[in-house]
């Protein structure tokens, strides 16, 4: 059992800070230390699972200004219930306008014989941004495990403004293996992904999201601010490896010339410049530029890999 209620601001500053923070049982939330000025709050079931008769409770708003980032400690488990018991998991967030939430859990595991209901909440403002990744794992194929006989039934609803504006359900019911393995339904997969980008340029960025994703996933535009994709894959560790060697690569492009200058600049604006000592920092750079250029000849010469 457990409840927890957020709320979170974003001050003169653009900084988000908390408003409001209540939980009780073993749902807890605590906040690791940023340097940025979003926040992030980060989930925890201390009693390492949900089971049949279970009751878990959370309630979010991101005020104006705000941008708030919620994650999972680990993976969550639904483990086997008892006949007539069954979990329940409502999450129900709030984003006003000018706010943006990063909802991105880890995985839900679902062990044989688990029984669990599950609803997420999201209204949205006008001019509210969101980020939205649910991954479900459907048995440790390490163990490996069979999902024989189950009960889950998951809930997502997203509007704007109180009009639907993304809703989407599952129910698994019995031999949920059985069920999976049919060609129109996963053909066979042990884990999946959803994940909803909702904000005024979402729809720039489907062209390159398609050139990106594996065969078994899909990306539509639903509206011109909502972008959606749904990933099978064979396990967890395929939905992670998601970011192939292709999108590793345009993610590096990415951080090397336009995050770090971005980042450098941000800083070098705030930073005591009167406190620094220059020669050692030149010699600091001299140093990653020749460590740079020896890790790049190695590529070349030796490992003969094309590392742009």
């Known amino acids: 059992m457990g409840a927890a209620k957020l709320s979170v601001y974003g001050d003169a500053q653009g900084k988000t800070r908390l408003r409001d923070l209540r939980q009780s049982g073993s749902l807890k939330l605590v906040f690791p230390r940023t340097h940025r000025h979003d926040a992030e709050a980060i989930m925890v079931n201390t009693a390492g699972g949900i089971t049949g008769g279970d009751q878990f409770a959370l309630d979010v708003t991101v005020a104006q200004g705000a941008r708030l980032s919620i994650t999972t400690q680990a993976a969550e488990r639904a483990y086997r219930a008892q006949p007539g018991e069954i979990g329940s998991v409502t999450t129900d967030i709030t984003v006003q306008d000018g706010g943006s939430l990063h909802w991105l859990p880890q995985e839900l595991i679902l062990f044989d014989r688990c029984a669990l209901r599950r609803r997420l909440s999201i209204d949205l403002a006008p001019k509210a941004r969101l980020l939205m990744v649910e991954p479900i794992v459907f048995g440790r194929a390490a163990m490996p495990e069979v999902l024989s006989d189950v009960m889950f039934q998951d809930r997502i609803r997203i509007t704007r403004a109180g009009l639907p ?102 800083l070098l604006a705030n930073a005591p410049l009167a406190e620094f000592n220059f020669a050692m920092l030149s010699g600091y750079f001299v140093t990653e530029v020749v460590m740079y250029a020896v890790g790049f000849l190695i590529a070349r010469r030796v490992f003969k890999t094309d590392v742009m």
């Open 165 to 266: 504006l993304y809703i989407d359900g599952m129910d698994l019911k019995g031999d949920a293996a059985k069920h999976l393995a049919r060609p129109a339904v996963a053909s066979g997969a042990g884990a999946m992904a959803s994940l909803v980008m909702v904000a005024p340029d979402a729809q720039r960025h489907l062209k390159a999201v398609h050139t990106l994703l594996p065969q078994s996933a899909g990306a539509s535009l639903l509206a011109e601010e909502m972008l959606v994709i749904r990933q099978l894959a064979r396990d967890s560790f395929g939905l992670r490896r998601t970011f192939d060697f292709n999108m590793a690569m345009a993610l590096n492009k990415f951080v090397m010339f336009v995050a770090m200058p971005a980042l450098g600049f941000q």
